[in-house]
């Protein structure tokens, strides 16, 4: 018996998909012997643009030598929640004379994380403080991490508080920020009305791999909340592979399977949804016109 024609051709005879991955460690010790192997398939997948963010002042100098490398990566420096604790005044010093870099594009990143607590909490409020302080200061939006243990949401409630108290949404914010997001809700996690809340504030929201895993169902309301130039996709590599990719170490190439679940959450097809991600992307971290070689 003859196959059946197919009634519509899959997404693939459209073409690759465009890609972002906003947030990507391939500055870490995971992708020191093969970086270039990692971008060369991310790069084949589909993947235009990648931010890599440091979380303590050497990592943040590895993203700034990757960027010198590969001229279509953005580097960002900042200190993870999990960093808070270990970074002295003159490590901070050199965070922030890197922070005018013209090819450092974000502040980050940094957060709350009262899951894992590696860290001290006063620790990890003065540090998101001075990071937020920084990327008020630079006019770059800071990249949060936010993270409870399951079931709660108590780190969401301290960084949506902290947030509203340095003025994220008010007048001197939005002088800062006049035409991006202050800043990006990295690899979401949280319940629906914390998503509304930062989205009222102007901050776009990431998705990553993070979305698939059980207690984390709220992603896919919150993914169909807004318009998709509040979202942006990331992988996180090497952490939270999604379902599909490899589990030991997660890549840039495998954003195209946290995509997909955008794209459908939208209800756009993958080529529209590819458009507006590189586009929110591009408002999110724009390069300065001089740093751009074309
Ligand atoms: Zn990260």
Redesign the pocket.
Known sequence: MPLAPCREPPAAYHGPMRLVDS?C?VNADRFEGDADQVLGAARLAGVERILV?G?NVASSGRALDLVARFDWLDAAVGV?PHDAAKVDEAGWARIVDWASDDRVVAIG?TGLDYDRVFSPIPDQLINLRRNLALALATGKPA?L?CRSAAGKRDAQDALLDELTKVGVGGPEWAAAFPERPPVVI??FSGPVDYAEAVLELGAVISFSGLVFRAGEESSAEVAALAPIDRFLTET?SP?LAPPGAPRGRNEPQWVRITAAWLAERQQTDPERLGDALVRSYEVTFPRPQAADPR
């Open positions: 947030h460690h963010p979380w993870h990143e990249i991490h990295h690899s996180d952490f």
